[in-house]
Structure formats: C-alpha cells, structure tokens
C-alpha cells in the first residue's frame, strides 16, 4: 500500500520543489501580495471540494 502511495505522490514532489523556488524569489522581493493571492486558491477549492464531497455522502 505505501508503494501505492508513494507512486502517485512523486508527481507532487515537483510541483512542491518548483512551488518553494518560487515562493523564496518572492520572499526576497518583498512581494507579499501574490504570495496570498495563490495561498487562497487552494484554500478556496479544498472548502468547495469538501463541501461537495461531504454533501454528496449524505
């Protein structure tokens, strides 16, 4: 079963290490706002995800 996992999180691994590059330029800019601006996508999706998963269940 890790093996499973650990398959289908190598993609992700990627993306993270291109997300923490980019997020360290930003840093060093003093460019606070695109920092939050892309924090509240994932924020948006994941309480729309839930919300869908948990109402679909019921």
Do not use: E, W
Request: net charge positive.
């Amino acid at each position: 079963m890790a093996t499973l996992y650990m398959k289908y999180l190598i993609p992700g691994v990627f993306a993270y290490g291109f997300l923490q590059n980019i997020l360290r330029f930003l840093q060093t800019q003093s460019a606070v706002m695109p920092l939050v601006l892309f924090s509240m996508l994932p924020v948006c999706i994941h309480i729309g995800l839930a919300y869908a998963l948990v109402s679909r269940g019921r």
